[in-house]
């Protein structure tokens, strides 16, 4: 099946001005755990093109600040919103608050991101791992304690041993497949809240 296929979601977000479909598992995850708060400063890792970027911001208010990081060149599209802040630079070049320009833990870390796809699903499982494990070795650099979390998994045994062994540095800890994930997908999020640092 094409992935280009013009889906409900794929036109929902045309309509509604979102640069991709993807802010609806967003909005399904934050409506269903109380993720993300107003004035909330909010780290999206592999954010472009930015609809969760969108959501996030308008959702923190003006008070607010959200951060983006993506290894693609920064989307011209977000620079309007205020209290958005966006850089190109990978996860892996990011260890300290500094190397985004900020001095505060953020309440919240969310992370969509997504490797290159080689369609050999070992080596896709592996290399969205390596991210998983990456954000999981930076987070008490950047995730407050009792802030929340989400991300984006590629399911296999190997992540989901992970999941397991790592999943205590939450107090509450949970896995959704939000409803406007393409049925063709083994992605989940795993959700976490009240980070224990
Ligand atoms: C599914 S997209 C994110 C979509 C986004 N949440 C939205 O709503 O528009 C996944 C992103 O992860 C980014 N990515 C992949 N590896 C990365 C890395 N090492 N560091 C930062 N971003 C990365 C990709 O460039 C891609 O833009």
Redesign the pocket.
């Known amino acids: 099946m094409s992935f280009k296929v013009k889906d409900h979601y794929f036109k929902k977000a045309k309509k509604e001005k979102f640069?991709?479909r993807?802010?609806y598992k967003l909005d399904e995850i934050d409506q269903k755990y109380k993720i993300i708060k107003r004035n909330d400063h909010v780290v999206?890792?592999?954010?472009?093109?930015?609809?969760?970027v969108q959501y996030t911001s308008k959702k923190v208010g003006e008070q607010g600040k959200v951060v983006g990081?993506?290894?693609?060149p920064v989307n011209v599209k977000l620079t309007n919103l205020k209290n958005v802040h966006l850089f190109e630079?990978?996860?892996?070049d990011v260890s300290v608050l500094e190397d985004l320009s900020v001095d505060k833990l953020f309440d919240v870390v969310i992370s969509?991101?997504?490797?290159n796809t080689t369609g050999i699903r070992s080596v896709d499982q592996d290399r969205s791992l390596n991210?998983v494990e990456e954000v999981f070795r930076v987070l008490p650099d950047f995730l407050k304690p009792g802030g929340n979390f989400v991300i984006k998994v590629f399911d296999s045994n190997q992540a989901q041993q992970f999941l397991k062994e790592n999943q205590k540095v939450f107090q509450e800890f949970h896995k959704l497949k939000p409803k406007s994930t393409r049925s063709v997908s083994k992605e989940f999020f795993a959700i976490g809240k009240g980070y224990r640092a």
Request: hydrophobic share 45%.
């Open positions: 640069l991709a993807s802010v999206d890792l592999g954010y472009h093109p930015g609809s969760w990081i993506d290894i693609k630079k990978s996860i892996f969509d991101m997504a490797p991210l």
